[in-house]
């Protein structure tokens, strides 16, 4: 039976990829006060790419686009490849249309900016997990629209 983020006895892996320490021990305490997320840290793509192969894989990876090691759509598509049984995820301060765009394209379910209310990321994480993509802005639905079979839930910020 495959977990749910409704499940009340579920607990999802998830590994925190971000250079700013801070940041991603931040997201790591509010993740696990919720009961539902396992929480590791890595500080930039290759101890992202390590604890993934130590793991296993992990149900998601929270990558932060912006550090050493993650700058090109190429690393964001090893990241995907390396945790195929799981879900990559963009965690970002903001971007282009563009570079969305490349984000979903690189095998990417889902870009959350760090400027979301701590609700919607949470909100967004249960969407994933449920096999949805997540978008924060429904004006860039098009962007993704074709690129995936999943239903795309664009969120309102």
């Given at each position: ?36 997320y ?14 993934i ?70 909100a ?34």
């Amino acid at each position: 039976m495959a977990r749910t983020a409704t499940d009340p006895h579920c607990q999802y892996s998830l590994l925190i990829a971000d250079d700013h320490f801070l940041v991603a021990e931040a997201f790591s305490h509010l993740l696990e006060m919720t009961g539902d997320y396992r929480v590791s840290l890595a500080r930039d793509g290759l101890e992202a790419r390590a604890a993934i192969h130590a793991e296993g894989g992990f149900d998601i990876v929270l990558l932060d686009l912006n550090m050493p090691g993650m700058d090109s759509p190429t690393a964001i598509q090893d990241i995907v490849r390396a945790n195929a049984n799981g879900r990559v995820v963009i965690l970002t301060g903001g971007t282009s249309s563009t570079r969305q765009s490349s984000i979903f394209c690189s095998g990417a379910v889902g870009l959350i900016l760090k400027s979301q209310p701590a609700k919607d990321i949470l909100a967004a994480l249960n969407s994933i997990m449920e096999g949805e993509l997540y978008f924060p802005r429904s004006d860039d639905r098009s962007l993704i629209r074709g690129i995936s079979g999943a239903a795309v839930q664009p969120q309102t910020v």
